[in-house]
């Protein structure tokens, strides 16, 4: 079993910045991808960013040249920091880890961007 545990999130203005944490505890693998994906109202839970344990990472289009992910010295926990926020990018966002074929999700934080 993993948890994970999300902070951040929260109300800002466009053109603002947030930052996304989440720590995993539990039984974890040394190999694994930790990262983060958003649902909009109305819409399918899409890709944000993944970092994996070699510090590779994957960005959406939407949030490439805006959005940042890293992981921290123990590689458990992974932030997103995202600039230059959009009405559009007001979302439930989900943290994620997967590994071995196993996957989890955070409880999810609620991100709204008010123009």
């Known amino acids: 079993q993993v948890q994970l545990t999300e902070s951040g999130g929260g109300l800002v203005q466009a053109g603002g910045s947030l930052r996304l944490s989440c720590t995993a505890s539990?039984?974890?693998?040394?190999?694994?991808?930790m990262g983060w994906y958003r649902q909009a109202p109305g819409k399918e839970r899409e890709l944000v960013a993944t970092?994996?344990?070699?510090?590779?990472?994957n960005y959406a289009d939407s949030v490439k040249g805006r959005g940042h992910v890293s992981r921290d010295r123990t590689r458990n926990t992974v932030v997103l920091q995202m600039n230059s926020l959009k009405p559009e990018d007001t979302a439930v966002y989900y943290c994620?880890?997967?590994?071995?074929?196993?996957?989890?999700w955070g409880q999810g934080t609620q991100v709204t961007v008010s123009s």
């Open positions: 994620h880890w997967r590994a071995r074929g196993y996957e989890y």
């Open positions: 539990g039984v974890l693998f040394n190999m694994n991808v």
């Open positions: 970092i994996n344990s070699l510090g590779d990472t």
